[in-house]
């Protein structure tokens, strides 16, 4: 995709699954089963609205930062068919059968947001899909890769000791 200037904003490429069967769920149930499900939603602890940029704990994805000067920023993520689809979240849609790339690219601008200390604009990003991500499931966030002056950041988000997805982005803070 291209902006009015015809600069490329936005490439795709990728390889799908073909399901034979259409048994996606079937596909899946070995990784899904292993997965620990949160009794309740209410048992994650969530970031606060402000410290995500969001006006609502309805769209809350990211828990706070841990970590620090001797290890690794990293963060957990639980996004639930409550809080990660609409009428629960305000503007994000979908199947809600898995976490999707809409998802993916909210969790990285709330990382983004964490990191900066208040609301972001996100200006570059990339997004590099390993495994899917499993809904109401926690999942892991680590940065691996930051340019603090250059507000650039690379993250790695695992679920299930897997890699999943690799997120990279660079934002402009908004003050």
Request: include cysteine.
């Given at each position: 995709?291209?902006?009015a200037d015809d600069g490329q904003i936005v490439t795709l490429?990728?390889?799908?699954?073909?399901?034979?069967?259409?048994?996606?769920?079937?596909?899946?149930?070995?990784?899904?089963?292993?997965?620990?499900?949160?009794?309740?939603?209410?048992?994650?602890?969530?970031?606060?609205?402000?410290?995500?940029?969001?006006?609502?704990?309805?769209?809350?994805?990211?828990?706070?930062?841990?970590?620090?000067?001797?290890?690794?920023?990293?963060t957990e993520a639980l996004i639930t068919k409550a809080n990660?689809?609409?009428?629960?979240?305000?503007?994000?849609?979908?199947?809600?059968?898995?976490?999707?790339?809409?998802?993916?690219?909210?969790?990285?601008?709330?990382?983004?947001?964490?990191?900066?200390?208040?609301?972001?604009?996100?200006?570059?990003?990339?997004?590099?899909?390993?495994?899917?991500?499993?809904?109401?499931?926690?999942?892991?966030?680590?940065?691996?890769?930051?340019?603090?002056?250059?507000?650039q950041f690379s993250l790695l988000v695992r679920q299930a000791?897997?890699?999943?997805?690799?997120?990279?982005?660079?934002?402009?803070?908004?003050?």
């Open positions: 995709f291209f902006d490429c990728g390889t799908g699954v073909v399901f034979k069967t259409r048994d996606f769920e079937g596909w899946r149930g070995d990784t899904k089963a292993r997965i620990v499900k949160p009794e309740h939603a209410h048992d994650f602890t969530y970031a606060a609205p402000n410290a995500l940029a969001v006006a609502t704990q309805a769209e809350c994805f990211l828990g706070p930062l841990h970590g620090g000067v001797t290890k690794a920023l990293i990660g689809f609409i009428p629960g979240h305000p503007y994000i849609g979908g199947s809600g059968d898995h976490v999707n790339s809409t998802h993916m690219g909210e969790v990285g601008r709330q990382f983004a947001a964490l990191l900066a200390g208040g609301p972001v604009r996100i200006v570059t990003g990339e997004m590099v899909f390993l495994h899917y991500v499993e809904l109401g499931r926690p999942f892991e966030i680590h940065l691996i890769e930051q340019d603090q002056a250059g507000g000791d897997r890699d999943c997805t690799r997120v990279t982005m660079g934002y402009e803070p908004l003050r």
